[in-house]
């Protein structure tokens, strides 16, 4: 199966008054069609700034170097106008703050109108008011309420009052429904969910991450997150980010349940709480991404160094179906 | 050690222009006659969605706010009586820990100048030895001296909690109030955190009152959880039992051990900003087991295991 | 950040403090430059020469020497009124957003009328009764400028006092005079620094204005005053340009200085401002 979209070494760097910040330093990934891969890490790792080169939306940071091939096509070469069909319609975004995504003065059902009319007129002015004045367009609220149906939605009297509603009148939970309401209507290759969970409480949580599962048969999907139940819930694959770089990948339950790379342990063990067990220890602050020494980004917050650390930067080795950015994992073993 | 009994926290809101004089019984009850003891020792952990009153909860016992109504005794003292000396000794023993140290602490100040505050607002000891607990601080919250002239902005949100952290501890309190100590961190710097306020906790004997949305670190750190619920706790229970043993409609929901429906999720939504009812459970209208009365009468807190309350109906 | 720092990274600011300081020493040394004494009365109307600079006005007197005195008078008042409207802008700030409740709602009712009031008209109303002397200007001016000062201190000591670290220091036992001490003013003062340059600018502008109108003191040299000659005694039908252009870019120029240095300490209270003038 060929991959829907393949990154290839991508240096994305942001121009600072304190330096440059190295954001995303040689990131390899590969999105099947039809798989759910997860990028996970803490802020700062650099996988916002991953999902937003994808977009093309990295500004004011710069693709350095490196490919990204979506569907056969660079994207890093495209023009703004050539890149503007893909943005939205090909490559679409659930965004984090479902608050701030919606534009407060219209209602669900005007914002989730001009979605579609952006995708079938190309999102120019005229035909996107045209829209919102005249009245009539069953085959789109049709299509509008299957894709509800889809989420979970059935019933006409709760649909046709959300239909209605002003952003500010829904809950978290729902928003968020509005959002991969709009994001699937664009009928995309690829949906990239940022944060699907942070912004929602507990009870609401697992039903997103539930839709978003269900999700994945019909699309192939990304989820960056630094829950560790989001991914685990609706990830096949996982990749781990640390200081822009991967430093693990391979399939969820693998990683997710045995991983490798010292990081990952923690990051992984720093979300699981057994009563009565301990916490971890802490350790010290993790790099930032201006100075980054030479050697591998993580020696010096690593419990598990070894000399070879610091001044080789680890490759990708394969352990099994994972593949970890560690030197214990050398096949020759540690240096 | 601290005992609130029938804590009410009432803000009047109205609608139209002469405001709050035009429609007086529009009334938000953030905190509505809320009952709790915690013991000398114990980390209390109270859980909740947001909006459901705790923040204004741990202000109005902290008295930062004025109560609507209710008593807050803290080692015998009845707290919202207490004149400026006694307060201000009572503010030694009790310090909170607020989420987002990003707005607690000053722009202006420096981590040096945060972590002297308290010792000079309390007068503790000369400059020599205010240096020396300000290092003793910094050991205790693995924080580096080389940050000490650091400015807020210029830290990361771990290091910022951590100097709030500092600043609370340096006055030696016997009670912390922790209200959201780890939301908004990243989930390795938010149990460092965690791991640091009950490490010093072990160490140093502090009773902590721990607020949290997080179920899991609740469920790992409290030796007792009380569930609030728009303004009222519905359930207290022992630590152990809580991840399993909530009997509460709404605690079994919050813990997903039992489903509320996609209609539930719209309807809260939908309902936001209804009030609630002066009579009647506040959980009525998405209660799967309620029964009619539930609509008239607000069940009490009844002990209905040792040690374990629920405010239900529906319990026996 | 402090504010040599801020002058510092800003371009536009380093050439305004320039210009500023360069009038300022000038004002300081006064007449110990100037070629001749401005009282001096010599040939009228002369044009510029190697003994007059910038040649002679209507009564003789030298414009070279009178534009150096002019600098003290001009930079003086429109010093003295800034400290003047700003002191006292700071005062009713600090007492209405501090107190609140009716003293807050009297204050600021009191702020929004003169605020409201058209100032030019204003001013030149109470110069015009008070009469024609360089403190009543001052203070005319003074009176002036002072809510506007008064607004933005209150509203920052209001959010000042609602914010988190004011709540933090509560809860270790903070009284309200140490958190007026230690938290207040410290956030409030960089602002008032911002706003008392910029005042000084639109003081002196106003001082030139009265002068130039005629209600400003006829015993005092200040470039407004030297304007109003200019013009009312036929310097400008004359095209004298050497007479009526100097004081006028003088005064323009002082004004950019202070105006670009009271962006860059503004941009010092407001972080959002400070990025956008670094680029």
Not at chain 3, 4 to 32: D, E, K, M, Y
């Amino acid at each position: 199966m060929t991959a829907l979209l393949r990154v290839r070494d991508l240096h994305v760097q942001f121009d600072t008054s304190h330096g440059i910040v190295r954001a995303n330093s040689g990131v390899n990934l590969d999105v099947r069609e039809g798989e759910s891969v997860g990028i996970m890490g803490e802020s700062g790792c650099g996988k916002t700034v991953l999902f937003l080169s994808l977009l093309r939306l990295q500004q004011p940071g710069r693709i350095v170097s490196g490919s990204i091939t979506f569907d056969g096509r660079d994207i890093t070469l495209l023009s703004e106008p050539e890149m503007e069909s893909v943005r939205g319609r090909r490559i679409a975004l659930v965004p984090q703050n479902h608050a701030t995504a919606l534009n407060p003065a219209y209602t669900v059902r005007d914002q989730l109108i001009e979605a579609i009319a952006v995708r079938e007129d190309g999102g120019r002015l005229s035909s996107i008011l045209g829209r919102r004045s005249s009245s009539v367009h069953s085959g789109h609220l049709e299509e509008i309420r299957t894709v509800f149906n889809d989420l979970g939605f059935s019933g006409e009297r709760v649909l046709t009052r959300l239909l209605q509603s002003y952003p500010h009148e829904l809950s978290g939970g729902m928003r968020q429904r509005v959002l991969i309401a709009m994001a699937l209507l664009m009928r995309p290759r690829l949906l990239i969910a940022d944060e699907p969970t942070t912004a929602l409480d507990r009870a609401t949580r697992a039903q997103s991450l539930e839709v978003l599962r269900q999700l994945n048969a019909q699309l192939t999907m990304l989820v960056v997150s630094h829950d560790l139940d989001a991914i685990r819930h609706t990830c096949k694959r996982v990749a781990v980010m640390y200081a822009g770089r991967i430093v693990e990948e391979g399939p969820a339950d693998e990683v997710l349940t045995n991983p490798r790379h010292p990081y990952s342990r923690l990051l992984i063990s720093a979300q699981t709480r057994k009563r009565g067990g301990p916490l971890l220890e802490t350790f010290t602050e993790t790099s930032d991404l201006i100075d980054v020494p030479p050697g591998c980004p993580f020696h010096r917050a690593c419990p598990q160094m070894v000399p070879c650390c610091i001044d080789v930067e680890p490759r990708p080795h394969q352990d099994g179906q994972v593949s970890v950015a560690c030197h214990l994992y050398r096949e020759a073993g540690p240096c | 050690m601290l005992t609130v009994r029938d804590l009410r926290k009432h803000y009047v809101v109205g609608h139209g222009p002469l405001g709050r004089f035009q429609h007086p019984d529009h009334v938000i009850r953030a905190v509505d006659g809320v009952s709790f003891d915690v013991v000398e020792g114990e980390v209390f952990g109270i859980v909740g969605e947001s909006g459901s009153g705790k923040t204004t909860l741990a202000r109005t016992m902290l008295r930062l706010c004025p109560a609507t109504g209710g008593t807050v005794t803290f080692r015998d003292e009845d707290v919202f009586s207490m004149d400026a000396t006694a307060l201000k000794a009572f503010r030694r023993q009790v310090q909170p820990i607020f989420q987002d140290a990003d707005s607690t602490l000053d722009p202006r100040q420096s981590v040096a100048s945060v972590l002297e505050e308290p010792l000079l607002i309390h007068e503790l000891g000369n400059r020599g030895q205010r240096h020396e607990r300000i290092r003793n601080a910094l050991d205790a919250i693995n924080l580096s001296p080389s940050l000490l002239s650091r400015h807020p902005s210029e830290l990361s949100g771990g290091q910022r909690q951590r100097v709030a952290m500092g600043r609370a501890l340096l006055l030696e309190p016997s009670l912390l109030i922790a209200d959201e100590p780890t939301s908004g961190l990243d989930p390795l710097v938010g149990t460092q955190i965690l791991s640091l306020l009950l490490e010093q906790r072990r160490e140093r004997g502090l009773s902590v009152v721990l607020i949290s949305h997080d179920l899991d670190t609740v469920a790992y750190a409290a030796d007792r959880v009380g569930v609030m619920y728009r303004g009222r706790l519905v359930e207290v229970i022992g630590g152990e039992a809580f991840s399993t043993g909530a009997l509460h409609p709404y605690s079994r929901v919050l813990l997903g051990l039992e489903p509320g429906s996609a209609e539930q999720v719209l309807e809260e939504g939908v309902h936001e900003h209804e009030h609630v009812l002066e009579t009647g459970c506040p959980y009525v209208d998405l209660c799967a087991h309620h029964l009619h009365k539930c609509h008239h009468e607000n069940p009490p807190l009844r002990e209905v295991w040792p040690g374990h309350f629920v405010a239900c109906h529906a319990v026996r | 950040m402090s504010f040599p720092a801020l002058i510092a990274r800003n371009r536009a600011a380093q050439v305004g403090l320039g210009v500023l300081l360069a009038f300022v020493v000038v004002a300081v040394l006064g007449s110990a430059v100037a070629p001749h004494d401005p009282w001096q009365h010599f040939a009228p109307f002369e044009s510029p020469s190697f003994a007059h600079p910038l040649g002679t006005n209507d009564v003789g007197q030298d414009i070279f020497s009178e534009l150096l005195a002019g600098a003290r008078v001009s930079l003086a008042v429109g010093a003295l009124a800034a400290l003047l409207a700003v002191g006292f802008g700071v005062f009713v700030g600090v007492v209405a957003g501090f107190r609140r409740g009716v003293l807050d709602n009297l204050l600021m009712g009191l702020t929004d009328i003169v605020l409201v009031i058209p100032a030019l008209p204003l001013v030149i109303l109470l110069a015009a009764y008070l009469g024609a002397n360089m403190w009543n200007v001052v203070l005319v001016i003074g009176v002036v400028f002072w809510p506007s000062t008064a607004r933005v201190v209150r509203s920052q000591v209001l959010s000042v006092r609602q914010s988190g670290y004011v709540e933090s220091a509560r809860a270790l036992g903070a009284t309200d005079a140490w958190v007026m001490r230690r938290h207040v003013l410290p956030n409030v003062l960089p602002l008032v620094l911002s706003k008392f340059v910029l005042t000084v600018a639109a003081a002196m502008l106003m001082e030139a204005s009265l002068s130039f109108l005629g209600l400003g003191d006829p015993m005092v040299k200040s470039w407004g005053m030297m304007l109003h000659y200019a013009f009312g005694r036929g310097g400008f039908i004359q095209g004298l340009w050497w007479w009526y252009l100097p004081p006028g870019l003088c005064i323009g120029l002082c004004i950019l200085g202070l105006t670009l240095v009271g962006f860059a300490f503004e941009s010092g209270s407001d972080p959002r401002l400070r990025r956008a003038l670094e680029r």
